[in-house]
């Protein structure tokens, strides 16, 4: 059962978060001065720590959990511009955000390992081992130890030591949190329904830029990529958006006609074929799936990201 008490805290704290970044985002989508990129760092600078304040020491139910993580989510899709009907875990791994889940998870980790810094006689650490010295009781100390034992990290004593920097536990944090996160999304991949690119028809732009961790400043093209890649390009056709004018109907590639330009870009242009199978979501979940670890690097930014392939084809 939800407490009355913890169901209002969470309201609140969507509310507030909300209310912060609507504020931002009329500043920089009315009057086009700030990038997406910019109204998304903007909000996990200024709008997540409203959302989650206090989590550290929280107690959360699934209903809680579920409210802040639609909050999450729309104000994601908001910043993008992609439709509700998209993936939410491909729409997380893909910006290389967490889930509320997991950030309530590293925040409260976190907190834990901030106990390190405090001198041995310090009360609060003097407090936090008796408290975990003492037989299993309710509150946050049972939680934190399970968040040990679920990602698999060393014991609490070793923890709380001066083992780790502080930059070296979050770092070694977020990468098992998104480790975790991606073993949930291929687990589920099964239940995905996958674009097939010979049905698949183009829509119109998306109200903005849509800019990726790891990729390019997107272009109109680009935006069909990822639309393409997070299987979300079922909007109405327009197809006059793809042609050099719109009663011109030439491939610049293979200099065919064909009236319907969206199906001759995804099923029919020779020329196309190979951009077809890098972008196909079919090919997309086995290359994840064949190396959880790269693809972390990769949403870290460790690793240098997969060269793209221009798609300016239809557009002058």
């Known amino acids: 059962s939800v407490s009355p008490s913890s169901f209002t805290r969470t309201s609140e704290r969507c509310s507030a978060g909300r209310s912060v970044f609507f504020s931002l985002n009329v500043i920089g989508s009315r009057f086009g001065c700030l990038h997406p990129v910019t109204i998304l760092r903007l909000y996990k600078t200024f709008c997540l720590p409203v959302l989650l304040y206090g989590c550290e020491l929280w107690c959360i139910t699934q209903t809680e959990l579920l409210m802040l993580e639609r909050v999450h989510r729309k104000i994601l899709r908001t910043v993008t511009g992609l439709p509700v009907r998209c993936n939410s875990k491909a729409l997380l791994l893909t910006l290389g955000t967490l889930s509320i889940r997991s950030m309530i998870h590293q925040r409260q980790l976190n907190f834990l390992h901030s106990f390190s810094s405090l001198p041995p006689d310090s009360l609060p650490r003097q407090l936090l081992l008796s408290l975990l010295n003492s037989p299993p009781s309710g509150g946050i100390v ?41 073993t949930l999304f291929v687990e589920t991949c099964s239940h995905i329904p996958l674009a097939d690119c010979s049905s698949l028809s183009l829509g119109k732009v998306l109200p903005h830029l849509l800019v990726c961790r790891g990729l390019p400043r997107l272009s109109r093209q680009n935006n069909i990529r990822i639309r393409l890649l997070l299987n979300c390009a079922g909007l109405e056709s327009e197809t006059s958006n793809f042609r050099n004018a719109t ?13 319907e330009t969206a199906s001759h870009f995804t099923a029919q242009c020779p020329a196309l074929s190979s951009v077809r199978n890098s972008l196909s979501p079919r090919s997309l ?20 990201p997969r060269p793209t392939v221009s798609c300016c084809i239809f557009i002058a």
């Open 142 to 182: 049972p939680r934190l130890l399970s968040l040990l034992s679920e990602y698999d990290l060393p014991s609490v004593n070793l923890v709380i030591s001066d083992r780790w920097s502080r930059d070296g536990w979050k770092r070694l944090t977020r990468r098992l949190l998104l480790a975790k996160e991606f």
């Open 285 to 304: 979940i086995p290359l994840l799936a064949s190396d959880s670890q790269l693809f972390v690097d990769y949403v870290l930014g460790t690793i240098p």
């Open 247 to 259: 009663s011109d109907d030439t491939c610049k590639l293979c200099g065919s006609t064909s009236s």
